[in-house]
């Protein structure tokens, strides 16, 4: 179980950790993130102010839990709160027919659909198995068991933040 636990950390804490650099690298990423909730009609100005500001600390500070064994169940329960705010936001506008432009990792202009509600959905069930599995996870992977471990959640993530790419390669004829 140990492995399984440092590979769902792994991804979580990676994924997490790109789409806070996205957000933060500079002043015009930060500024297109921020203003990418002006799409989000319902939540007022003060509210898109605080949300701009709040959601990469949110995404830097699970990063911090999830790397720091004694916090670990908290990094896993915040990414999964996280997560399930994204996926109803961007669900609950998508399904009321706008148009919420994709900055969750910084570059990307499309707008949100069912792919990425779905990488949501697959990310939020990796913070729940990982918060089901971490109280039962003792000891610790060494060796080619962790080498394996964490070579494998650094691919699943790499997916996962590029699964707008993915996407595209599938639907392209």
Known sequence: MAMVEIALRTILALVFAIAFISKVRSASAFGEFASSLNDIGWLPRPGRAAAARLIPLSEAAVVVLLVVPATVALGFGLGGLLLAGFTVVTGAEVANGRQ????????????????????????????????????????????????????????AAVALVRWDDLVYLVRTP
């Open 100 to 155: 919420v432009q994709c900055r969750c990792f910084g570059a990307g202009s499309a707008p949100i659909g069912p792919a990425q509600i779905a990488r949501n959905v697959v990310l939020l069930a990796v913070s729940l198995a990982g918060l089901a599995i971490e109280p039962i996870s003792h000891g610790h992977a060494t060796g080619a068991a962790l080498v394996l471990a964490l070579g494998l959640a650094v691919l």
